[in-house]
Protein backbone atom coordinates (compact mmCIF):
# COMPACT_ATOMS: atom_id res chain seq x y z
CA UNK A 1 0.00 0.00 0.00
CA UNK A 2 3.05 2.23 -0.84
CA UNK A 3 2.49 5.00 -3.79
CA UNK A 4 5.32 6.68 -6.15
CA UNK A 5 5.73 8.46 -9.09
CA UNK A 6 7.51 8.37 -12.16
CA UNK A 7 8.06 10.96 -15.37
CA UNK A 8 9.04 10.57 -17.91
CA UNK A 9 8.92 13.02 -21.11
CA UNK A 10 8.66 11.33 -24.29
CA UNK A 11 8.34 13.16 -27.76
CA UNK A 12 4.39 13.56 -29.06
CA UNK A 13 5.38 11.76 -32.60
CA UNK A 14 8.05 9.35 -31.12
CA UNK A 15 11.05 11.40 -32.16
CA UNK A 16 13.09 14.18 -30.59
CA UNK A 17 13.73 17.34 -33.07
CA UNK A 18 17.32 18.08 -31.95
CA UNK A 19 16.52 20.60 -29.57
CA UNK A 20 14.07 18.52 -27.62
CA UNK A 21 16.80 16.07 -27.42
CA UNK A 22 19.72 18.74 -26.56
CA UNK A 23 17.40 19.68 -23.46
CA UNK A 24 16.14 15.84 -22.61
CA UNK A 25 20.02 14.81 -22.58
CA UNK A 26 20.98 17.45 -20.13
CA UNK A 27 17.96 16.92 -17.95
CA UNK A 28 19.44 12.97 -17.92
CA UNK A 29 22.81 14.03 -17.49
CA UNK A 30 21.79 16.02 -14.24
CA UNK A 31 19.70 13.68 -12.98
CA UNK A 32 22.85 11.13 -13.65
CA UNK A 33 24.95 13.41 -11.96
CA UNK A 34 22.92 13.77 -8.80
CA UNK A 35 22.85 9.97 -8.70
CA UNK A 36 26.87 9.65 -9.18
CA UNK A 37 27.26 12.28 -6.73
CA UNK A 38 24.98 10.28 -4.15
CA UNK A 39 26.99 9.34 -1.08
CA UNK A 40 24.85 8.32 2.35
CA UNK A 41 24.15 10.66 3.82
CA UNK A 42 23.00 13.06 1.15
CA UNK A 43 20.48 16.05 1.44
CA UNK A 44 17.79 16.53 -1.57
CA UNK A 45 17.57 20.67 -0.86
CA UNK A 46 19.61 22.32 1.51
CA UNK A 47 22.26 24.95 2.00
CA UNK A 48 23.85 25.66 -1.76
CA UNK A 49 27.25 25.24 -0.19
CA UNK A 50 26.71 21.98 1.52
CA UNK A 51 28.92 19.71 -0.41
CA UNK A 52 26.44 16.37 -0.07
CA UNK A 53 23.63 18.45 -2.00
CA UNK A 54 22.06 16.61 -4.76
CA UNK A 55 19.92 19.45 -5.92
CA UNK A 56 22.97 21.73 -6.19
CA UNK A 57 25.03 18.85 -8.28
CA UNK A 58 21.92 18.89 -11.03
CA UNK A 59 21.71 22.65 -10.94
CA UNK A 60 25.39 23.21 -11.86
CA UNK A 61 24.89 20.53 -14.42
CA UNK A 62 21.94 22.09 -15.97
CA UNK A 63 23.95 25.31 -15.60
CA UNK A 64 26.36 24.37 -17.47
CA UNK A 65 24.99 22.53 -20.42
CA UNK A 66 23.46 24.14 -23.24
CA UNK A 67 21.88 27.79 -23.47
CA UNK A 68 18.55 29.12 -24.24
CA UNK A 69 17.96 31.28 -27.14
CA UNK A 70 19.40 34.28 -25.85
CA UNK A 71 22.94 32.28 -25.31
CA UNK A 72 21.96 32.41 -21.29
CA UNK A 73 22.29 29.39 -18.69
CA UNK A 74 19.87 26.95 -18.91
CA UNK A 75 19.62 26.87 -14.49
CA UNK A 76 16.61 29.41 -14.43
CA UNK A 77 14.37 26.95 -16.04
CA UNK A 78 14.78 24.10 -13.16
CA UNK A 79 11.79 25.98 -11.61
CA UNK A 80 11.47 23.00 -9.17
CA UNK A 81 13.12 21.03 -6.69
CA UNK A 82 15.31 17.72 -7.18
CA UNK A 83 12.86 15.37 -5.76
CA UNK A 84 10.30 14.05 -2.69
CA UNK A 85 9.76 11.59 -0.19
CA UNK A 86 7.27 8.78 -1.28
CA UNK A 87 5.83 6.76 0.92
CA UNK A 88 2.14 6.32 2.45
CA UNK A 89 1.23 9.25 -0.14
CA UNK A 90 3.21 10.20 -3.68
CA UNK A 91 4.51 13.31 -2.35
CA UNK A 92 5.08 12.17 1.93
CA UNK A 93 5.90 14.58 3.87
CA UNK A 94 9.77 14.81 4.95
CA UNK A 95 12.01 17.27 6.65
CA UNK A 96 14.42 17.89 3.58
CA UNK A 97 17.23 19.23 5.97
CA UNK A 98 17.65 15.92 7.52
CA UNK A 99 20.40 13.61 5.17
CA UNK A 100 19.24 11.00 3.33
CA UNK A 101 20.40 7.21 4.98
CA UNK A 102 19.33 3.56 4.56
CA UNK A 103 15.94 3.43 4.43
CA UNK A 104 14.63 6.30 2.54
CA UNK A 105 12.60 6.44 -0.28
CA UNK A 106 12.82 9.54 -2.32
CA UNK A 107 12.21 10.39 -6.48
CA UNK A 108 15.19 12.19 -8.27
CA UNK A 109 13.46 14.81 -10.82
CA UNK A 110 15.53 17.22 -12.82
CA UNK A 111 13.35 19.21 -15.06
CA UNK A 112 14.22 22.41 -17.72
CA UNK A 113 11.18 24.08 -18.87
CA UNK A 114 11.51 26.99 -21.90
CA UNK A 115 8.20 28.77 -21.85
CA UNK A 116 9.09 30.83 -25.28
CA UNK A 117 10.29 27.47 -26.95
CA UNK A 118 7.26 25.98 -25.52
CA UNK A 119 9.93 22.81 -24.23
CA UNK A 120 10.26 20.91 -21.23
CA UNK A 121 11.38 17.63 -19.92
CA UNK A 122 11.67 15.77 -16.80
CA UNK A 123 12.81 12.74 -16.32
CA UNK A 124 12.04 10.81 -12.45
CA UNK A 125 13.34 8.22 -10.96
CA UNK A 126 11.96 6.50 -7.89
CA UNK A 127 14.98 5.35 -5.30
CA UNK A 128 15.82 4.10 -2.35
CA UNK A 129 18.84 3.88 -0.16
CA UNK A 130 20.23 0.19 1.58
CA UNK A 131 21.04 -0.95 4.42
CA UNK A 132 24.65 -0.18 2.91
CA UNK A 133 23.73 3.01 2.08
CA UNK A 134 23.72 2.09 -1.32
CA UNK A 135 21.82 4.26 -4.14
CA UNK A 136 19.28 1.59 -5.64
CA UNK A 137 17.17 3.06 -8.90
CA UNK A 138 13.50 1.44 -8.74
CA UNK A 139 13.24 2.32 -12.54
CA UNK A 140 16.64 0.99 -13.59
CA UNK A 141 15.04 -0.72 -16.50
CA UNK A 142 12.90 1.88 -18.11
CA UNK A 143 14.07 3.50 -20.94
CA UNK A 144 16.21 6.60 -20.03
CA UNK A 145 18.29 7.84 -22.99
CA UNK A 146 16.86 9.53 -26.17
CA UNK A 147 17.55 6.92 -28.03
CA UNK A 148 15.77 4.24 -25.85
CA UNK A 149 13.15 6.31 -25.54
CA UNK A 150 12.54 6.62 -29.09
CA UNK A 151 12.95 2.59 -29.45
CA UNK A 152 9.93 2.17 -27.57
CA UNK A 153 7.58 4.40 -28.78
CA UNK A 154 8.61 2.30 -31.85
CA UNK A 155 7.66 -0.53 -30.22
CA UNK A 156 10.53 -2.43 -30.22
Known amino acids: MYATDITRTYPANGKFTARQREIYDIVLGAQQAAIAAFVSPANLRCAARNANNLFKV ?19 YFIHGLGHYVG ?12 LGPGAVFTLE ?28 LGAALPHTADEVEHAMAGK
Not at 58 to 75: M, V
Not at 110 to 137: F, S
Open 58 to 76: AYDYINTHGKDLHGEPLGK
Open 88 to 99: LAVHDPGDYSLP
Open 110 to 137: PGIYIPEEKLGARIEDTLYVDANGKLVN
